[in-house]
Every structure is written in C-alpha cells, then in structure tokens.
C-alpha cells in the first residue's frame, strides 16, 4: 500500500529566507505526485504536480519539486518565501493506472513571518 | 468557471443525529471524489464516483455513511446516526478524468457534540 510522509509538521521562517518541505513516499507501483496548499480559510489548491518527463516541475508563484525516484521523494523548495506563502502544505500520490484517488501525507504549516 | 461548491461549510449536531453534506462539482466533471481529515491526521479518501456510479469506496468507514449522487451532478454524503468520531472536514474534489488534477472544495467542517 502506498504512503506519504511529511515529516516537518511546522516550518517557521523568516519572510526572503528559502525553505524546502519535505516529503517522501513509498509505493510498490509508479505513482504521480502532487502538492496541494491550503490558505488559511481555502480549500485545498493544486500547486504543482508530476505525472511524466522532466522531473522537475515548477510553480507559477515560484515553488519547485523535484521526483526523485530512488530516494523516494518529492520535496517542495522556494528560494526566498513571502509572508503570503503562509498555509499549510499537503504532498499526495496516486497510483499510475488507477482512478486517481489520492493519499496524503500529514500536511506541513509553513509560517512566514517579517 | 465556478469552482466546487460545498455546503454548509460549518455543521454542529448532536450524537445521534442525522446529517447531510453536499458537494457541487464543476460542470462537466464526471469524477467525483470525498475525503475527510480527521484532527491532526491526514486526509484520507472516501469514496470515488465516475458519473452517477460508485467506482470505488473502500474509503467509506463505515455503513453508517451514505453517498449518493444521483443524476451524475451533485453529491451528498449523509452520516445517519452521527458519532464522535465522525468530526473533521469533508472535502469533496472533481475532475474531468483520473488523470486530470483534482479540484477541491472548500470543505466542510462537521463538528459532533
């Protein structure tokens, strides 16, 4: 069965300082890889996402991922973040093939403060 | 485009009772998908409808828990009689094929007194 962990449940930092979120998964299968952001009072919005090719995807607001296969993990980096980016952050799979239901990790609050 | 609607976004009922969530996919959506985040753990899947089809709910805890979603538009996950477990947020998601992202909802907070 396949499995998310997100393994910082908070990450404090300070506002133009760079930040990594971590997450790992493990699975028996190929998976696609997701992350998800939840703003305080929002529902939960596609941030990025890998399905094939290029194993780097990026944001529109300036996130990265990387898969990487042998380490099982899927990290999310952003060089310098915003007070804005303040909202908690959930890493997903789902299994190549299937109905794409999705299994999260435990989610991760990223607090940018001034 | 409007997005997944969900309603009511706050529900507070007593044990026992009986209560119905509703999720408004995207037009043109035929994947439906409910989830539900317990407190301080993670989101976990429910069930999965392709139009007005269960595909998959393995997800479901038990039989306590009915979702219908008749006319292959809106869904509705009633939880009859309710139990203190039952409280977190249920989130509803649609797509337009498995492959395709998922759009969620904003969620609905169900609290169990």
């Known amino acids: 069965a396949q499995s998310v962990t997100q393994l910082d449940s908070q990450v404090p930092v300070f506002e133009e300082a760079p930040v990594e979120l971590r997450c790992n998964y493990s699975?028996?299968?190929?998976?696609?890889l997701f992350w998800y952001v939840q703003y305080p009072n929002q529902g939960l919005q596609l941030l990025l996402k890998?399905?094939?090719?290029?194993?780097l995807v990026e944001s529109i607001n300036g996130f990265e991922a990387e898969f990487n296969k042998s380490q099982t993990s899927f990290h999310l980096r952003k060089p310098s973040v915003h007070i804005s980016d303040t909202a908690e952050y959930f890493c997903?799979?789902?299994?190549?093939?299937?109905?794409?239901?999705?299994?999260f990790g435990k989610g991760t609050k990223l607090s940018v403060k001034p | 485009e409007a997005g997944v609607t969900q309603f009511p976004s706050h529900s507070v009922i007593e044990k026992g009772q009986t209560v119905t969530l509703r999720c408004d996919p995207i037009?043109?959506?035929?994947?439906l998908y409910w989830y539900r985040r317990v407190m301080g753990k993670e989101i976990k899947f429910l069930l999965h409808?392709?139009?007005?089809?269960?595909?998959?709910e393995s997800g479901m805890p038990n039989n306590r828990f009915l979702a219908e979603r008749t006319g292959g538009t809106y869904s509705t996950l009633k939880v009859q009689p309710a139990e203190l477990e039952d409280s977190g947020v249920y989130f509803c998601?649609?797509?337009?094929?498995?492959?395709?992202?998922?759009?969620f909802g904003d969620g609905t907070r169900l609290s169990i007194l």
């Open positions: 998601a649609s797509s337009q094929s498995p492959l395709q992202p998922q759009h």
């Open positions: 037009s043109g959506h035929d994947n």
């Open positions: 699975s028996s299968v190929s998976v696609y």
């Open positions: 890998y399905l094939s090719g290029s194993t």
């Open positions: 409808f392709v139009k007005e089809s269960k595909q998959d």
């Open positions: 997903a799979v789902s299994e190549v093939g299937s109905q794409g239901n999705l299994i």
